[in-house]
């Protein structure tokens, strides 16, 4: 029988084409990346023994015996390998960590095993394949077993991608799926062609799939600086934190490049990113630097780079003190800097990279340029942020989060009339964690979100529940963050939880500050009017501080203001600032506003919100925030009314 093994011959030029240009010295001795360089290899071998079998087989009147029963061994034993190392690559792929893998290749390899076995002892048995003088090659009773083998490592295979969804994305998976499925289409094929040879090109076409689509180098790079992309970076630290590879870090933040690319434009901004490229590859190997995001690079620094964090953080800092050039012109910039170093101060990829995150922030925090240096103390603050985020997690579940309430007085009717909800968390670890730490935290993470829809849920219950007790409350005010107004569903939540819990939408008062504003003022003032068309109240929070601006409270549907206690403070202390509360008050009143005065610690402080127009009074003098059963025992009947305070 005549064979065509031309298709063999073109696999060949291609896979050789593919290896030298897949080459990386730099390549991150990862399983994944070693198998599929030995495939490569191994496939170049195989496509060899191929052809050298099929001229054997052709030429066996003239080779002697022995020799082509070992080139035929040979060409058997390496047939179904293919099969089997790319199995191994997508174990690899899909399992976490070592010891599993080796285990899984260990049993994964047993048929193969089973099968050498027979090859190794064909010449005796026949069994796979006979070579004779005289007829020359003819398969033997077994040899289903030669394409049972492969056929089984296939089915293996899909069923690993298939179960592999987890760890491997979709995109990934289809991708995988290409050698299974082509080499099955090549079985199928060859039934039909029998004359030609198509192994190679299958294992080659499945091979160049997998560069171009997960092996190839271009992933891992980012285009306008040449460094290692964020996916690289991660694939790095995950690679040597399992080896526990000591690392330090060098985080490079440039400080508002957004208004950089705003004032020169994004192709001048490109060229300023890459000066700074340039400037950071001359002073440490290309292949330890990254581009984090945009504006920002980590360099990595391991026992094979020799310059030391500090020196490299000195040159650096150094150099953001001179203008960067782009095309014609030049612009200074400045950088924030961040070390940290693995495993000392974090011992997981996701803490070390979360550690740097938290260091920038911190330094941009407090100004521009600045270096901060993971140190014991940042440590601390940042496990301890970790902790109270991981708490609040928790708290969602049902374990930590307490809402209490502090009861406001109404002046006109001398009793309390309504109260606010002020969230509480309790960590088994910490303690108590104050409301000024966890919310700006919730904020931060976009757990506020969830959490200010929990709060709503309880505060709706619990007003059910002082209805059913027959105690009378106007309402309780929550506090909303700017989060829930610009992101997440709302006015939808606030809806179906007064649906739900049977209360009026009147009774759920709802306080915002002014910063809520900033971001996006019109989206937050239709929602504002679509929540008061629907019957809810909204308070001006905290007005005194920060961005108090007279003509958003008067243009915005307030029905309560609550002045800060700093205002009520200097109103103790100074004539000016008596003058200041009285004016405030009178402009609201006059504005039909209604008014509470908070933070009333002391008899002086509530003497003197007497003397201007205040509708209710909110302080410690009177209440402090109580647990629920506690603010129930004090709006019961005759306890309505503060002790102490009929003296008035
Ligand atoms: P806030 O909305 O201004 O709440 C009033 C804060 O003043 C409360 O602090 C309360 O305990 C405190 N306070 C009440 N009377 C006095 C007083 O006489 N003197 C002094 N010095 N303080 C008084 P708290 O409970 O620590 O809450 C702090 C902040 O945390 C709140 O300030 C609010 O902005 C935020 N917060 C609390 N719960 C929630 C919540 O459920 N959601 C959101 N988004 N923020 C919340
Ligand atoms: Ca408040
Ligand atoms: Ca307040």
């Known amino acids: 029988m005549q064979w065509n093994i031309v298709p063999e011959y073109v696999s060949l030029v291609f896979l050789s084409i593919l290896l030298v240009y897949s080459w990386d010295a730099n390549l991150l001795p990862t399983m994944k990346n070693r198998l599929f360089h030995f495939c490569l290899r191994f496939v170049l071998l195989e496509i060899v023994l191929s052809i050298v079998s099929i001229y054997a087989i052709e030429q066996y009147a003239r080779l002697p015996i022995l020799l082509n029963q070992l080139i035929q061994m040979a060409f058997f034993l390496a047939m179904p390998v293919m099969a089997l190392l790319f199995l191994f690559y997508v174990i690899a792929l899909s399992k976490e960590n070592d010891s599993i893998l080796s285990r899984r290749f260990q049993v994964a390899a047993i048929p193969y095993g089973m099968y050498a076995v027979l090859v190794m002892t064909n010449p005796l048995t026949g069994f796979l394949f006979h070579i004779d003088a005289k007829v020359g090659f003819y398969n033997g009773k077994g040899f289903w077993v030669v394409y049972a083998v492969p056929i089984l490592y296939l089915i293996v295979m899909y069923r690993v991608i298939l179960r592999s969804r987890e760890r491997i994305e979709k995109n990934q998976r289809l991708i995988l799926m290409t050698f299974p499925s082509v080499t099955l289409a090549v079985i199928v094929i060859q039934l039909f062609l029998h004359d030609v040879v198509l192994s190679g090109t299958a294992a080659t076409a499945s091979l160049l799939i997998l560069y171009l689509f997960l092996q190839n180098r271009k992933i891992m ?141 911190t330094s941009k925090g407090t100004g521009k340029g600045k270096v901060i240096q993971a140190d014991a103390d940042m440590v601390g603050r940042f496990r301890r942020r970790g902790r109270i985020v991981e708490s609040m997690r928790q708290g969602l579940q049902g374990n930590g989060f307490e809402v209490h309430y502090q009861p406001i007085f109404s002046v006109r009717e001398d009793c309390y009339t309504t109260a606010e909800a002020l969230l509480r968390l309790h960590d088994s670890e910490l303690g108590n964690i104050p409301p000024s730490e966890f919310i700006p935290l919730a904020e931060e993470t976009g757990l506020i979100v969830e959490i200010g829809s929990y709060v709503i849920h309880e505060v709706g219950r619990f007003l059910h529940e002082l209805d059913l007790l027959d105690i009378e409350i106007e309402g309780i005010s929550i506090n909303l963050s700017a989060l829930q107004l610009t992101e997440g569903d709302l006015a939808e939540v606030l809806t179906s939880a007064v649906r739900l819990h049977k209360i009026h939408p009147r009774q759920l008062g709802l306080e915002i500050t002014e910063s809520v504003f900033l971001d996006n003022p019109k989206r937050v003032a239709g929602l504002m009017q679509l929540l008061c068309s629907r019957g809810f109240l909204f308070y001006l929070d905290d007005f005194g501080t920060g961005y108090s601006n007279i003509s958003n409270v008067v243009s915005l549907p307030f029905s309560y203001v609550k002045i800060d206690k700093s205002i009520l403070y200097q109103a103790v202390s100074s004539m000016k600032g008596f003058h200041v509360l009285e004016g405030l008050t009178r402009m609201f009143s006059d504005s039909g506003m209604k008014l509470i005065l908070e933070g009333v610690e002391t008899e002086e402080q509530k003497a003197l919100s007497k003397a201007v127009s205040v509708d209710h009074l909110q302080g410690y003098l009177f209440s402090r925030p109580l647990p629920a059963p506690e603010v129930i025992a004090l709006f019961h009947g005759r306890r309505h009314k ?7």
């Open 221 to 361: 790079q980012d285009d306008l600086t040449g460094f290692q992309n964020r996916k690289a970076l991660l694939n790095v630290l995950d690679f040597q934190s399992k080896r526990n590879t000591r690392m330090s870090f060098l985080f490079v933040s440039l400080d508002d490049f957004k208004v950089v690319n705003d004032r020169y434009g994004q192709m001048n901004g490109d060229a300023i990113l890459q000066a700074v490229s340039r400037f950071l590859a001359g002073i440490v190997p290309t292949r330890a630097i990254y581009r984090y995001s945009g504006d920002e690079f980590i360099i990595i620094f391991d026992k094979d780079i020799r310059m030391k964090v500090a020196d490299v953080l000195e040159i650096v800092k150094r150099r953001f003190n001179e203008p960067w050039p782009f095309f014609e012109a030049s612009c200074k910039l400045s950088a924030s800097l961040a070390t940290a170093d693995f495993p000392d101060h974090a011992e997981t990829v996701e803490d070390i990279i979360t550690l740097l995150e938290y260091c920038i922030f």
């Open 642 to 648: 503060p002790q102490g305070l009929g003296r008035k």
